[in-house]
T-cell receptor, first 113, second 112 residues
Framework: EPEVTQTPSHQVTQMGQEVILRCVPI?????FYWYRQILGQKVEFLVS????????KSEIFDDQFSVERPDGSNFTLKIRSTKLEDSAMYFC???????????FGDGTRLSIL | GESVGLHLPTLSVQEGDNSIINCAYS??????FIWYKQESGKGPQFIID?????DKRQGQRVTVLLNKTVKHLSLQIAATQPGDSAVYFC???????????FGKGTRLHILP
C-alpha cells in the first residue's frame, strides 16, 4: 500500500537555526498538508497546499514557516529561525481530494535546543 | 469556536470485549468525519470515515455512528485485540475548507 514518507525521523537543531522537514506524499495525491503535535497534545493543522500554492494556513503558520513543492515528488516545510516552542512532531499528509481521507506519514520529531 | 473533543482521555477494555469510544463535536457545519488511530511513534492512521448524510457505517470490526442532532460521533471496535491499543482521535472537516480538526484523543488500553 502506498505510504507518505517523511525524513528525517528525528531532527535536533539549535534555536535560531533553519530547519527543513521533508515529505514524499503518495504519488497520485493532489492535496498536501502539514500538521504538528506537541507531546501529549492533539494534532494541529498548520497549512494546506494545492496546485502549487497555499490553500489555507493556521495562526501557528507565521512568517517563520514556509512550504514548497520543489519537484514532482517532494513537499517540504521550512522553519526559518527555530524557537524552543517549535519542538514537536511534524506530520505530513496527502489526499486525492478534499472529501477524501488524508493519509499521514509517521512524522519528524523536531527537538530545538 | 470550532472544536472536536472526546469524552474520556483513557479507556480500559478486556481483550475480546467490544470497545466504544465517544466524541462530541461543536461545529454544525462539519459534514465529514474521520476516526484515526495513532500508535506510539507513528502518524495517525485512517480507520473509517462517515459523511453527514449517513448515520452509520461499518468496516472490518469497526462501526462509526453519527448523531447530528446531538453532534455526537462514536467508534465501536468489536472483539478488541491487543493490537487495538493506541490513541484514537475523531476528526472533522467542513465543506468550506479541507483542514482536519482533531479532538484530543482517547487512549485505549487492552486488559489481558
Amino acid at each position: 500500500e502506498p505510504e507518505v514518507t517523511q525524513t528525517p525521523s528525528h531532527q535536533v537543531t539549535q534555536m535560531g537555526q533553519e530547519v527543513i522537514l521533508r515529505c514524499v506524499p503518495i504519488s497520485n495525491h493532489l492535496y498536501f498538508y502539514w500538521y504538528r503535535q506537541i507531546l501529549g497534545q492533539k494534532v494541529e493543522f498548520l497549512v494546506s497546499f494545492y496546485n502549487n500554492e497555499i490553500s489555507e494556513k493556521s495562526e501557528i503558520f507565521d512568517d517563520q514557516f514556509s512550504v514548497e513543492r520543489p519537484d514532482g515528488s517532494n513537499f517540504t516545510l521550512k522553519i526559518r529561525s527555530t524557537k524552543l516552542e517549535d519542538s514537536a512532531m511534524y506530520f505530513c499528509a496527502s489526499t486525492t481530494g478534499q472529501d477524501q481521507p488524508q493519509h499521514f506519514g509517521d512524522g519528524t520529531r523536531l527537538s530545538i535546543l | 469556536g470550532e472544536s472536536v473533543g472526546l469524552h474520556l482521555p483513557t479507556l480500559s477494555v478486556q481483550e475480546g470485549d467490544n470497545s466504544i469510544i465517544n466524541c462530541a463535536y461543536s461545529n454544525s457545519a462539519s459534514d465529514y468525519f474521520i476516526w484515526y488511530k495513532q500508535e506510539s511513534g507513528k502518524g495517525p492512521q485512517f480507520i473509517i470515515d462517515i459523511r453527514s448524510n449517513m448515520d452509520k457505517r461499518q468496516g472490518q470490526r469497526v462501526t462509526v455512528l453519527l448523531n447530528k442532532t446531538v453532534k455526537h460521533l462514536s467508534l465501536q471496535i468489536a472483539a478488541t485485540q491487543p493490537g487495538d491499543s493506541a490513541v484514537y482521535f475523531c476528526a472533522e472537516i467542513t465543506n468550506r475548507d479541507d483542514k482536519i480538526i482533531f479532538g484530543k484523543g482517547t487512549r485505549l488500553h487492552i486488559l489481558p
